[in-house]
């Protein structure tokens, strides 16, 4: 049986795709240890807590 490893910040980077669970397909913008950018479709930009983002699952890549 394999062991669930929790995402971390480490696992993503600027420039990739990810789908957000609330607002849809995006591009990670900016990306550090605390906060993450994520430009939406229209150009919109959102920042999130990247660590609130990842332990709710709300982001997932693409």
């Known amino acids: 049986m ?3 490893r929790e995402m971390t910040p480490d696992d993503y980077k ?5 789908n957000h669970i609330s607002f849809g397909l995006g591009e990670i913008s900016y ?6 950018e994520i430009v939406f479709q229209n150009n919109i ?5 990247v660590m609130v ?4 699952d709300m982001i997932t890549k693409k």
């Open 2 to 4: 394999g062991v669930l």
């Open 14 to 18: 600027v420039g990739e795709k990810v």
């Open 31 to 36: 990306l550090d240890k605390k906060e993450i």
């Open 45 to 49: 930009k959102r920042k999130f807590d």
């Open 53 to 56: 983002l990842l332990r709710n």
